[in-house]
């Protein structure tokens, strides 16, 4: 039988000032990430919460929490995590920050959002909203359309790119059929 995971629901509004900032606090926050923190409020609500612990010190959320000041709120939710030891919080606070850095697109569902978005928007508007750069976008476009070719290119299983002759139907790593 597994432990029971506590599910939080009492989430306050507090004071924007309230929450104190953690100096140990390894995230550096640029301004890029605060102008996406910024539009994504903006554009969607501020829907997660920070963690404080019980003298106020931020757990997580220090980028949300500057973003919110600079779009001039007074106040801010916040989930007290008042029961955290202080090695919980270190390892919350570094695992919080990493865990979205380990993580892994599906480069093809990935695409599809992308076109889906751009036919209701500009390439702009998403670059802005969601922080990843233009060139990323296209780069990944590009490299999935160039994977899904499968008659004339296609990737092998040590990642090289091999290129099929139309004509005798041959592969070639394309390296070989540049020479």
């Given at each position: ?77 916040v989930i007290y995590k008042t029961e955290l030891t202080e090695l919980q919080k270190k390892k919350y ?68 790119l091999q290129i099929t002759c139309p004509f005798c139907k041959k592969s070639f790593k394309k390296t070989?059929?540049?020479?």
């Amino acid at each position: 039988m597994s432990e029971e995971i506590k599910l939080e629901s009492d989430i306050k509004i507090v004071d924007i000032n309230l929450p104190v900032d953690y100096p140990g606090n390894a995230k550096r926050h640029s301004a890029k990430q605060i102008q996406v923190l910024k539009r994504l409020i903006k554009d969607n609500g501020f829907n997660v919460p920070l963690l404080l612990d019980k003298d106020n010190v931020i757990i997580t959320g220090h980028g949300r929490r500057i973003a919110m000041k600079e779009l001039g709120s007074t106040q801010i939710t916040v989930i007290y995590k008042t029961e955290l030891t202080e090695l919980q919080k270190k390892k919350y606070r570094l695992g919080d920050n990493a865990v979205a850095d380990i993580a892994v697109y599906d480069d093809s569902l990935l695409v599809e959002e992308y076109k889906k978005i751009l036919e209701d928007t500009d390439m702009k508007d998403l670059v802005e909203s969601t922080g990843i750069s233009e060139q990323n976008i296209l780069n990944t476009m590009e490299a999935n359309e160039l994977g899904s070719n499968d008659d004339a290119e296609t990737v092998d299983k040590l990642g090289h790119l091999q290129i099929t002759c139309p004509f005798c139907k041959k592969s070639f790593k394309k390296t070989e059929a540049l020479k």
